[in-house]
């Protein structure tokens, strides 16, 4: 069963990255999407945000769906704080920090525990045109946000 869920997985982060290109390269911004795999379905929503409040229910949303759906992806666009490799982060949260950077971030999940993130940094030309890099599969360690802390959290228990 779990070589078959994490081919799941695989299928919905390709899917997953597919769409995100295409949806940022025709509009120049992204509305956060989760891909969720349930009992051989696959469901997609939007998810919009209105405020702070919306985002930490959505983080809580995300941790109670670990433990019913096979996997599941969440595509975000997300500002992220670089330090370097050699250097541990000084937990300076990226929107306080003026060196951040943009990214797309896609958040996988599958069973029994299993999570990995996988990014693309946007960068912008002289006249603020987005463009999107290419897809780097990250480590979960030193990360940190308002969706990762659900995973975290679950890892920890586990």
Request: glycine content about 6%; overall charge negative.
């Amino acid at each position: 069963m779990s070589d078959q869920v994490k081919q799941i997985a695989v299928t919905l982060l390709k899917t997953a990255k597919n769409c995100a290109r295409q949806n940022f390269e025709k509009d120049g911004h992204l509305t956060p999407v989760l891909l969720v795999s349930q009992n051989n379905k696959v469901s997609v929503f939007a998810c919009v945000f209105n405020n702070d409040e919306e985002k930490d229910r959505f983080g809580e949303f995300l941790g109670h769906l670990r433990k019913t759906c096979d996997a599941y992806v969440l595509v975000t666009e997300a500002w992220m704080s670089i330090c370097e490799k050699d250097k541990k982060w000084d937990g300076t949260r990226p929107s306080k920090d003026p060196n951040r950077k943009e990214a797309i971030v896609l958040t996988s999940f599958w069973q029994p525990n299993n999570t990995d993130m996988t990014m693309a940094f946007i960068e912008r030309d002289w006249q603020g045109t987005p463009t999107l890099g290419e897809w780097q599969e990250k480590e979960f360690s030193g990360v940190s946000g308002r969706f990762l802390k659900s995973q975290q959290e679950e890892n920890e228990l586990n």
